[in-house]
T-cell receptor
Framework: DSGVTQTPKHLITATGQRVTLRCSPR?????VYWYQQSLDQGLQFLIQ???????AKGNILERFSAQQFPDLHSELNLSSLELGDSALYFC????????????FGPGTRLLVL | AQKVTQAQTEISVVEKEDVTLDCVYE???????LFWYKQPPSGELVFLIR??????QNEISGRYSWNFQKSTSSFNFTITASQVVDSAVYFC??????????????FGQGTRLTINP
């Protein structure tokens, strides 16, 4: 158990809908990362937050957004969902956010029908 | 851009055999970190090891060992006396500095390892 929690574990929704994925980092970690794992793209970095502020963006679509709250939990919002958004979404955390090990949560498996 | 290549897509061996998973990376950074993660059938990503680019010593942890060779940009992972529980997808990853104070992990495509009884 990495100490990173993600909810829900599974999510099934329809095209055009909006969903919110939630992540709680390990105790004491200030940095949260979001990754997407799909069959065609592999594991791709989406976005990083540090202590409530966006730190870096990767291959994140404009339909996706994230935030980190004062209690350090983070949410990833996916809107106008398309079939291609079906994937496993991981949250990871680390203490400071640079040159550290990222510990991953169990992931949220999203299926868009 | 940084890149990680795991040329072996799938490996299948019989239990108790030794198996080596290859990882080759490309980076412009002079200081970087390399990682291995394990993804069992249940889907989570489990951290195995982190290696600093300045530390080329090989590392052994039980049946697991890692060989880091900067000269060939490789960070290979060997499982000795494999067991069925080692069956998983293994990812090699490289830390990439995006901007000051921010990094991301660049992952290889993964190697699916199947250990047959």
């Amino acid at each position: 158990d990495s100490g990173v929690t993600q909810t829900p574990k599974h999510l099934i929704t329809a095209t055009g809908q909006r969903v919110t994925l939630r992540c709680s980092p390990r105790s004491g970690d200030l940095s949260v990362y979001w990754y997407q794992q799909s069959l065609d793209q592999g594991l791709q970095f989406l976005i990083q937050y540090y202590n409530g502020e966006e730190r870096a963006k990767g291959n994140i679509l404009e339909r996706f957004s994230a935030q980190q709250f004062p209690d350090l939990h983070s949410e990833l919002n996916l809107s106008s969902l398309e079939l291609g958004d079906s994937a496993l979404y991981f949250c990871a955390s680390s203490t400071w956010g640079l040159r550290e090990t990222q510990y991953f949560g169990p992931g949220t498996r999203l299926l868009v029908l | 851009a940084q890149k990680v290549t795991q040329a072996q897509t799938e490996i299948s061996v019989v239990e108790k055999e030794d198996v080596t998973l290859d990882c080759v990376y490309e980076t412009r950074d002079t200081t970087y970190y390399l990682f291995w993660y394990k993804q069992p059938p249940s889907g989570e990503l489990v951290f195995l090891i982190r290696r600093n680019s300045f530390d080329e010593q090989n590392e052994i942890s039980g049946r697991y060992s890692w060989n880091f060779q900067k000269s060939t940009s490789s960070f290979n992972f060997t499982i000795t006396a494999s067991q069925v529980v080692d069956s998983a997808v293994y990812f090699c990853a490289l830390s990439e500095t995006i901007i000051q104070g921010a990094q991301k992990l660049v992952f290889g495509q993964g190697t699916r390892l199947t250990i047959n009884p």
